[in-house]
Antibody
Framework: QLQLQESGPGLVKPSETLSLTCAVSGDSISSTSSYWGWVRQPPGKGLEWIANIFYSGDTYYNPSLKSRVTISVDTSKNQFFLRLNSVSAADTAVYYC??????????WGQGTLVTVSS | QSALTQPASVSGSPGQSITISCTGTSSDIGTYNLVSWYQQHPGKAPRVVIYEITKRPSGVSSRFSGSKSGNTASLTISGLQAEDEADYFCCSYATGDTYVFGSGTKVTVL
């Protein structure tokens, strides 16, 4: 059974870099039928797509975040990653990793809250 | 890339049917038959209930159905049950290999 588990610091200082890891179990991140993505949700607000990646390294970014975001993958560890630079309070959110199949966010991790504060 | 437009809230009595709309543009819903809907209970991760406009994943109740007309997609929940009380978000694939989510709708079972 597929499991996705986000991990990373729960508190990041303004202007610093947010770094998260998504560990995938129950499926190979090298599957040719899946993409892998990140979605975030500020407290009490809606969902925002951040980025997707294919195991080959092809990446897709939300244009509004593209200048600050990097998504990457490590197939040997069955993990993928998110880096968001120059964070501000507006980046405070629950960050979810997800498997994307048939262009739909088909399975989700439990989410991890990241707070940006000094 | 603006969020898709959804009503903030929809309510209904048990057993009734409700419909949630999701309005986009010709750059997303209007061009692609790739709209999905997600149910989110408080403190939980979203769960997909509809994909590709009308398809239901295994394990999702047949009370959930989807449709699309022009730039607007819709989710209908028939035979409303207490467990359906949750937030619902639409999502569309969009031009440039991107995705856009809806603003979200709170469903209340009266």
């Amino acid at each position: 059974q597929l499991q996705l588990q986000e991990s990373g610091p729960g508190l990041v200082k303004p202007s610093e870099t947010l770094s998260l890891t998504c560990a995938v179990s129950g499926d190979s991140i090298s599957s040719t039928s899946s993409y892998w993505g990140w979605v975030r949700q500020p407290p009490g607000k809606g969902l925002e797509w951040i980025a997707n990646i294919f195991y080959s390294g092809d990446t897709y970014y939300n244009p509004s975040l593209k200048s600050r975001v990097t998504i990457s993958v490590d197939t040997s560890k069955n993990q993928f990653f998110l880096r968001l630079n120059s964070v501000s309070a507006a980046d405070t959110a629950v960050y979810y990793c997800a498997r994307v199949q048939l262009l739909c966010f088909e399975s989700w991790g439990q989410g991890t809250l990241v707070t940006v504060s000094s | 890339q603006s969020a898709l437009t959804q009503p903030a809230s929809v309510s209904g009595s048990p057993g009734q049917s409700i419909t949630i709309s999701c309005t986009g543009t010709s750059s997303d819903i209007g061009t692609y038959n790739l709209v999905s809907w997600y149910q989110q209970h408080p403190g939980k991760a979203p769960r997909v209930v509809i994909y590709e406009i009308t398809k239901r994943p295994s394990g999702v109740s047949s009370r959930f159905s989807g449709s699309k007309s022009g730039n607007t997609a819709s989710l209908t929940i028939s035979g409303l049950q207490a467990e359906d009380e949750a937030d619902y978000f639409c999502c569309s694939y969009a031009t440039g290999d991107t995705y856009v989510f809806g603003s979200g709708t709170k469903v209340t079972v009266l």
